[in-house]
């Protein structure tokens, strides 16, 4: 990913990583038999990724809770994903 010193670059990179630490933690803990990630639901894959972002969201929100711009621009960029994992992708992902 290009990352470039946003916050939705630092979403996307709390994303991935999420996705990082699930694969990581799913293959040392689970037989080789279940290890193709494809296989998985996308509601199972999504999950540490989105919980990941959410940690990142409200640690900020802490550290940075009295720069108002900063926070609405967490707002923004959490209601699109909002938007996005619950609207948009349900409804163009096939059955």
Not at 5 to 11: A, C, M, Q
Not at 13 to 24: I, N
């Amino acid at each position: 990913m290009s990352y470039d010193d946003t916050i939705s670059s630092l979403s996307t990179l709390a994303h991935e990583l999420g996705h990082s630490m699930h694969s990581y933690y799913f293959d040392k803990n689970q037989p080789s038999v279940y290890s193709d990630y494809g296989a998985i639901s996308s509601t199972v894959t999504e999950t540490a990724s989105n919980f990941n972002q959410a940690m990142t969201r409200a640690y900020l929100r802490e550290i940075k809770a009295d720069d108002k711009d900063f926070q609405l621009g967490m707002i923004d960029e959490a209601m699109g994903n909002f938007l996005r994992y619950f609207f948009i992708m349900p409804m163009t992902c096939p059955q």
